[in-house]
């Protein structure tokens, strides 16, 4: 085995400690070439995709690859803008904004994407460059999923095996168990409720996984839950003024239910004709909340009889969030 070294590290002098926040990626166009990469990095992930490699690598480039590349550029074309992709520009936007917060204390922060660019190992050797010698991976997923945050854990150890020499590490599993985390999410519905008033139900919607995997043990659910019922609590809401679900389903087993599209589909016949649509787990914007749940569940809620439906936008890089990231980071870097 041949060791890389870090490319500018003088172990001397990596005193810094740096900051990596990640999502989950995204295309670098709207277009069905840039998509098929995309989609092939984050569909053969083991821990996106939890079925036999040799089986799955059939299904995948010759079944999925060949169909959904078309069908997901067309949706990214519809959410796509001056700055690209939204989740990337998001990313970017907090990545700046906790940067402005944490450089007093000598902190670097940087940003990366666990699929596409910029990637992990990137931004890494951007960090270790600036004499990071400690590194707090940030993953902005606020519930733990394998899926997501260990597939994030399984990207920084692929990129330190390869290494001689790597920093001091620290990970944030999930943070959905933070307070000001669950105040930022009810004070920004607060906020979103004094502009266009209550609805008649808040739906709290957040990306599905496959039923197995929690079945299995992944706490993502729970976490999810937890999440919404926190919330909820501190909004003052009743049992029937809110419910969960889950969305984005892929494939054909079942996934987290309630789903999101047949409970905004079957509400209006149950005569909630008022909703509105928040989506806790994702920190930033992206194609699933906007198109997804800003447009496709829209039509859906309204083609069954709704006639009041909105969706509250994500937290992204708005001042109270950032000061929350802040406060998460500070309290992960205690002893350093
Ligand atoms: C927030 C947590 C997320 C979990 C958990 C998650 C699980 C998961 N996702 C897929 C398949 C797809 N997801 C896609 C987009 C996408 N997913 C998340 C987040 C989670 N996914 C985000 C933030 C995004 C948006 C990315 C963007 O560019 O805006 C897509 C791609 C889009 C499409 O083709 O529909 C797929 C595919 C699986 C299979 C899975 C769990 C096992
Ligand atoms: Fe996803
Ligand atoms: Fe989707």
């Known amino acids: 085995m041949k060791y890389i070294n870090n490319p500018g590290l003088n172990s001397e002098a990596q005193q810094k400690i740096g900051v990596l926040i990640t999502n989950l990626g995204t295309p670098d166009a ?3 070439k840039a998509l098929k990469p995309y989609l092939k990095e984050f569909l053969s992930d083991p821990r996106v995709v939890e079925v036999p490699r040799v089986i799955w690598s059939l299904i995948l480039n010759l079944v999925i690859l060949q169909i959904r590349p078309a069908r997901s550029a067309e949706a990214y074309q519809g959410v796509w803008t001056e700055r ?8 970017e936007d907090q990545a700046i904004a906790l940067q402005h917060q944490l450089s007093a204390q000598n902190i670097e922060v940087a940003y990366a994407m666990r699929y596409g660019n910029p990637n992990i190992e990137s931004a890494i050797d951007e960090l270790i460059a600036k004499g990071v010698g400690k590194l707090l991976v940030f993953p902005l997923y606020p ?3 394998a899926a997501t945050s260990a597939s994030t854990f399984d990207a920084i ?12 590490l620290r990970f944030i599993n999930q943070y959905y168990q933070f307070d000001d985390y669950i105040s930022t999410l009810a004070n920004h519905i607060k906020s979103f409720w004094d502009v266009s008033g ?4 808040l739906i709290f919607s957040y990306h599905g996984v496959p039923q197995k995997y929690v079945d299995k043990g992944d706490p993502y659910q729970q976490q999810c839950f937890a999440t919404s019922e926190r919330v909820a609590k501190l909004l003052g809401l009743k049992p029937e003024q809110y419910m969960s679900c889950f969305q984005s389903r892929f494939g054909r087993e079942p996934w987290l239910q ?3 599209d047949e409970t905004l589909k079957s509400l209006p016949k149950q005569g909630v004709t008022s909703v509105q ?5 994702f920190s930033a914007d992206c194609l699933e909340t906007i198109e997804e749940i800003g447009m496709e569940n829209r039509d859906y809620f309204l083609e069954a009889g709704g006639n009041n439906y909105q969706y509250i936008p994500a937290l992204n890089a708005q001042p109270e969030h950032i000061k929350t990231l802040k406060k998460i980071v500070e309290l992960n870097i205690q002893g350093w």
Request: aromatic fraction near 16%; glycine fraction near 6%; proline fraction near 16%.
């Open 84 to 91: 690209g992709s939204p989740l990337l520009f998001h990313t």
């Open 258 to 260: 309630p789903y999101t």
């Open 198 to 201: 209550k609805p008649q139900k």
């Open 30 to 32: 709207p277009s069905k």
């Open 277 to 281: 649509v928040v989506c806790p787990g």
């Open 157 to 168: 150890a692929s990129c330190f095996q390869r290494r001689r020499w790597f920093p001091e």
């Open 143 to 145: 519930q733990y999923c």
